[in-house]
């Protein structure tokens, strides 16, 4: 089992910036990938930036070029800085994480952190 605790949303500006932080507890060892998901009202969620433990990115489109998604080199926290923040970033930014051993890959979501971006 993992455990995901997050931190780091609020309300933000339009043009702002935040840094949103997710800990993992628990069977870490087996973890591979870590990231970021988003829903926002009456749509689905989405994967903002996720990264592996061997240090690979993947953005969405829509924040690629003012997101930066480092995890820490105990690989046990994974951070994600956004900028320029726009009113549609406004969502539930839920943390994620995957581990892979031999018992099978697993999932694990933490239970959601509020951003909402006024304009």
């Known amino acids: 089992q993992v455990q995901l605790v997050e931190s780091g949303g609020g309300l933000v500006q339009a043009g702002g910036s935040l840094r949103l932080s997710c800990v993992a507890s628990?069977?870490?060892?087996?973890?591979?990938?870590m990231g970021w998901y988003r829903q926002a009202p009456g749509k689905q969620r989405e994967l903002v930036a996720s990264i592996s433990v061997s240090g690979r990115t993947n953005y969405a489109d829509s924040v690629k070029v003012r997101s930066t998604i480092s995890i820490t080199n105990a690989k046990n926290t994974v951070y994600l800085q956004m900028l320029s923040l726009k009113p549609e970033d406004t969502a539930v930014y839920y943390c994620n994480a995957e581990t892979n051993s031999r018992s099978g890959k697993y999932v694990y979501w933490g239970q959601g952190t509020q951003v909402t971006v006024s304009s």
């Open positions: 628990g069977r870490i060892d087996s973890l591979s990938i």
